[in-house]
């Protein structure tokens, strides 16, 4: 996770612009688009061997994800389609990185590449399902927030991988792919287990209410033996 020292200043900062972008009439929603639109750039640049680049961008582009936040605090903008559009925007933005580089790793050769494309895919799959594990579970009234790889570290692993590789070591991408397509299968695990853990305590005490709502002496009715 981040440090609380970075995480004050980028919130310091995100809210210094953003509250003069509310004077420009900036909608936090067009922020949120203007950020999936730059991300499909890193994406492109990343499918086409520039990875170096494609880090830089990505890089920028998640500065987008807390800008939008930030705009619609300073703005009052706040309602559920924004929240509904950030999220759906997340992961067409996410798929487009790990298609990008899946097309990069294709243009490669070797018994390495299936490897490389099958790690791709399973990073993807990984990432979604953590999402979506965690807005299930808050629609059923559970708090999910535990887990290993959240979006913000996967953001920073993919942009590292591609700059380091941009740098001349390509090989780390191939690791970082694998990396995520682990962690975040056991980020997905971690929270189906801590939902597992509410609902299991959930029904302890609805057990136990029903229990205490019995009067005392009674005993079910039925055929003596």
Do not use: C
């Given at each position: 996770?981040?440090?609380?020292?970075?995480?004050?200043?980028?919130?310091?900062?995100?809210?210094?612009?953003?509250?003069?972008?509310?004077?420009?009439?900036?909608?936090?929603?067009?922020?949120?688009?203007?950020?999936?639109?730059?991300?499909?750039?890193?994406?492109?640049?990343?499918?086409?061997?520039?990875?170096?680049?494609?880090?830089?961008?990505?890089?920028?582009?998640?500065?987008?994800?807390?800008?939008?936040?930030?705009?619609?605090?300073?703005?009052?903008?706040?309602?559920?389609?924004?929240?509904?559009?950030?999220?759906?925007?997340?992961?067409?933005?996410?798929?487009?990185?790990?298609?990008?580089?899946?097309?990069?790793?294709?243009?490669?050769?070797?018994?390495?590449?299936?490897?490389?494309?099958?790690?791709?895919?399973?990073?993807?799959?990984?990432?979604?399902?953590?999402?979506?594990?965690r807005a299930r579970a808050q629609s059923l009234g559970y708090a999910c927030e535990v887990g290993l790889f959240?979006?913000?570290?996967?953001?920073?692993?993919?942009?590292?991988?591609?700059?380091?590789?941009?740098?001349?070591?390509?090989?780390?991408?191939?690791?970082?792919?694998?990396?995520?397509?682990?962690?975040?299968?056991?980020?997905?695990?971690?929270?189906?287990?801590?939902?597992w853990r509410q609902a299991r305590e959930e029904r302890r005490i609805q057990r136990e209410q029903a229990a205490?709502?019995?009067?005392?002496?009674?005993?079910?009715?039925?055929?003596?033996?």
């Open positions: 996770m981040f440090t609380t020292r970075f995480q004050k200043w980028v919130r310091r900062n995100a809210q210094r612009l953003a509250s003069r972008l509310v004077g420009l009439g900036v909608t936090p929603n067009e922020v949120t688009v203007a950020g999936m639109v730059v991300t499909f750039f890193a994406a492109g640049l990343a499918a086409l061997g520039y990875l170096l680049p494609a880090g830089l961008v990505l890089a920028f582009a998640g500065t987008f994800d807390i800008l939008d936040g930030a705009l619609a605090r300073a703005s009052r903008l706040t309602y559920n389609y924004g929240a509904f559009l950030d999220s759906t925007v997340d992961r067409f933005s996410e798929g487009a990185i790990y298609i990008g580089v899946a097309v990069y790793f294709l243009s490669g050769h070797g018994a390495l590449v299936k490897w490389q494309v099958l790690g791709a895919l399973f990073a993807l799959a990984g990432s979604f399902l953590v999402s979506y594990v959240a979006r913000p570290e996967r953001v920073v692993a993919i942009v590292a991988g591609l700059i380091l590789a941009g740098l001349g070591l390509p090989i780390v991408l191939t690791w970082v792919i694998w990396a995520l397509a682990v962690l975040t299968n056991v980020t997905v695990l971690q929270r189906i287990n801590e939902v205490a709502s019995v009067p005392k002496g009674t005993r079910p009715v039925g055929r003596d033996l």
